[in-house]
């Protein structure tokens, strides 16, 4: 976890949820501008079971992998949102690109003892990144307390997502 001392965004997102305070226009601002440039998980998770034993980007699958590959294959390879061979690093720029976005919505909630945001917004992915199968909708969630991407995906819509009950939109 980092250090929560010096992670100001971090304590705004804290305190945001914690106090149920409305966010003013610029600290969402600043807060999409800080999961724009957040890495995205690398720790090891258990893959989804339908992709153990496929090889993807030189990878072959197995029953944990660093996470950020473990989501773009199942990105790619099971719900076929992404074209096959997009990369990690491409995924990850598609998925910061979109707190960019004008209409980008921001939602902060906690989940399992940590505190998050949630952003959607209008996928205007690259058609030169788009799978089969895109969606209307691009969902990435941001954890703040390891100031980190933890997942990312496209959705038809908001009713597609899991919010906690005390979940708070910011705009």
Known sequence: MKDRGTDRVGRLIRSLIETKRAAATQEVVEILAHIAGASFSSRSV?????LVGNEYLGYRFGRTMPSSLAHVGKRVLIERQWRYG?????????LRDSMHH?????????????HHVGV???NRISRAHLGEKPESWLWVVYDA????ITSGYQVSGIDKVWLPEGAQWLN
Do not use: F, M
């Not at 258990?46 to 339908?50: A, K, T």
């Not at 997009?86 to 598609?94: R, S």
């Not at 307390?145 to 980190?148: G, K, Q, R």
């Open 120 to 122: 959607l917004s209008p």
């Open 102 to 114: 004008s209409d980008a919505r921001a939602v902060v909630y906690r989940s399992r003892q940590l």
């Open 86 to 94: 997009i990369t990690v690093q491409e995924y990850v720029k598609d």
């Open 46 to 50: 258990r893959v989804d079971s339908r």
């Open 145 to 148: 307390d390891y100031d980190i």
